[in-house]
């Protein structure tokens, strides 16, 4: 399963809650953030050692286990990975994980673990979050791993995520991940479960809402569920009480809360970018609400669309900005128009 959508819209909860649900019914569950520069063959073999030592504890002199850790073996010595405990003592599986093409050995480690659940009666679920950042030779290696995986019906599965531009990637990858995936976008709230989000957990210390001052939360955050929640933090906090949250408390609250989401949430991302790249992102804003026509960009900085390109493809790859469709360009964080209208470009 493949889970695609925006920041801030719970992407990372749920892919917490799939472990969780995972270990309910005794599966081994591991996870990683990718990130820019990873070294994936390093990262997926950390992972396969985490799963195997879990389903192998007990009875690690058994044929399967020595079998699934010489893959494991085979594997890291191929990639010239570093050295990762006690594997070191198992022999390489020859023939499994060591062709140096990366599609062939992860699909021999991954095929290695699965027979390895099999044989204990169990699975595993690996979780990948940011998944846009894994180059294409990655994303392939990853996609021929999990087909033949489907194909031998071994119990381990993948959940990932990342921003919307990832199906794309995947696609690009290999032809056939539309049946391999389930994706799944995520979006904001709808409006009734928005409200829910914070009435409900209100609710328990006896203390309601009035629909006014919901109304406010409900235009201000448009259904996105993280500023669902520091709005709802932050009225909390300023709400003069003691058994409700009226409107006067919202606009006492507002200022506050989208000062500390511009100090933090937004800002942090701007921070990494370069001053060119700042100037497309103001461009952008400046031309209202997305999704943007990236000619629209390049005229308004009096540019062409090649002299901009760099830094269009920095921000798609830094994960601030992704393309819903060729020629277009779009935010890939919520409401980030609003914060660079309302602080970049008057600065």
Same mark, same amino acid.
């Given at each position: 399963?493949?889970?695609?959508?925006?920041?801030?819209?719970?992407?990372?909860?749920?892919?917490?809650?799939?472990?969780?649900?995972?270990?309910?019914?005794?599966?081994?569950?591991?996870?990683?953030?990718?990130?820019?520069?990873?070294?994936?063959?390093?990262?997926?073999?950390?992972?396969?050692?985490?799963?195997?030592?879990?389903?192998? !504890?007990?009875?690690? !002199?058994?044929?399967?286990?020595?079998?699934? #850790?010489?893959?494991?073996?085979?594997?890291?010595?191929?990639?010239?990975?570093?050295?990762?405990?006690?594997?070191?003592?198992?022999?390489?599986?020859?023939?499994?994980?060591?062709? @140096?093409?990366?599609?062939?050995?992860?699909?021999?480690?991954?095929?290695?673990?699965?027979? !390895?659940?099999?044989?204990?009666?169990?699975?595993?679920?690996?979780?990948?979050?940011?998944?846009?950042?894994?180059?294409?030779?990655?994303?392939?290696?990853?996609?021929?791993?999990?087909?033949?995986?489907?194909?031998?019906?071994?119990?381990?599965?993948?959940? @990932?995520?990342?921003?919307?531009?990832?199906?794309?990637?995947?696609?690009?990858?290999?032809?056939?991940?539309?049946?391999?995936?389930?994706?799944?976008?995520?979006?904001?709230?709808?409006?009734? !479960?928005?409200?829910?989000?914070?009435?409900?957990?209100?609710?328990?210390?006896?203390?309601?809402?009035?629909?006014?001052?919901?109304?406010?939360?409900?235009?201000?955050?448009?259904?996105?569920?993280?500023?669902?929640?520091?709005?709802?933090?932050?009225?909390?906090?300023?709400?003069?009480?003691?058994?409700?949250?009226?409107?006067?408390?919202?606009?006492?609250?507002?200022?506050?809360?989208?000062?500390?989401?511009?100090?933090?949430? #937004?800002?942090?991302?701007?921070?990494?970018?370069?001053?060119?790249?700042?100037?497309?992102?103001?461009?952008?804003?400046?031309?209202?609400?997305?999704?943007?026509?990236?000619?629209?960009?390049?005229?308004?900085?009096?540019?062409?669309?090649?002299?901009?390109?760099?830094?269009?493809?920095?921000?798609?790859?830094?994960?601030?900005?992704?393309?819903?469709?060729?020629?277009?360009?779009?935010?890939?964080?919520?409401?980030?128009?609003? #914060?660079?209208?309302?602080?970049?470009?008057?600065?």
């Amino acid at each position: 399963m493949i889970l695609t959508g925006l920041r801030g819209v719970g992407k990372t909860v749920l892919l917490a809650e799939c472990a969780r649900i995972a270990e309910r019914y005794d599966w081994t569950c591991e996870g990683i953030e990718a990130r820019e520069g990873i070294d994936l063959p390093e990262e997926m073999a950390v992972l396969a050692r985490k799963a195997l030592f879990q389903l192998s !504890a007990g009875e690690r !002199a058994k044929e399967w286990a020595k079998k699934a #850790f010489g893959v494991l073996r085979s594997f890291q010595i191929r990639w010239k990975l570093p050295e990762i405990g006690e594997v070191e003592m198992v022999l390489p599986e020859a023939g499994r994980g060591d062709s @140096g093409v990366l599609d062939h050995d992860l699909t021999d480690l991954f095929v290695a673990v699965g027979e !390895a659940a099999r044989e204990r009666g169990t699975g595993v679920i690996f979780t990948l979050d940011e998944m846009q950042f894994l180059a294409a030779p990655g994303l392939s290696g990853l996609c021929m791993a999990l087909h033949k995986i489907s194909q031998k019906e071994l119990p381990l599965l993948l959940v @990932g995520a990342g921003l919307p531009s990832l199906p794309g990637l995947l696609g690009e990858a290999k032809s056939y991940t539309e049946r391999l995936f389930e994706f799944r976008v995520i979006n904001g709230l709808e409006e009734e !479960a928005a409200r829910t989000a914070l009435t409900a957990p209100a609710e328990k210390h006896d203390v309601c809402w009035t629909e006014e001052a919901l109304n406010r939360v409900i235009e201000a955050t448009k259904n996105y569920p993280y500023f669902l929640q520091e709005f709802g933090k932050g009225c909390w906090n300023e709400a003069a009480g003691p058994d409700r949250i009226a409107e006067a408390d919202v606009t006492k609250a507002h200022p506050i809360i989208i000062n500390a989401l511009d100090e933090g949430f #937004f800002r942090v991302r701007l921070d990494r970018v370069t001053p060119a790249e700042r100037e497309y992102l103001i461009a952008m804003a400046e031309t209202g609400s997305g999704p943007y026509m990236s000619g629209d960009v390049a005229k308004r900085l009096d540019k062409t669309h090649g002299q901009v390109g760099v830094q269009r493809t920095n921000l798609i790859r830094r994960g601030l900005c992704y393309a819903p469709s060729y020629g277009v360009i779009d935010f890939t964080v919520p409401l980030f128009d609003e #914060f660079i209208r309302r602080v970049v470009a008057s600065s």
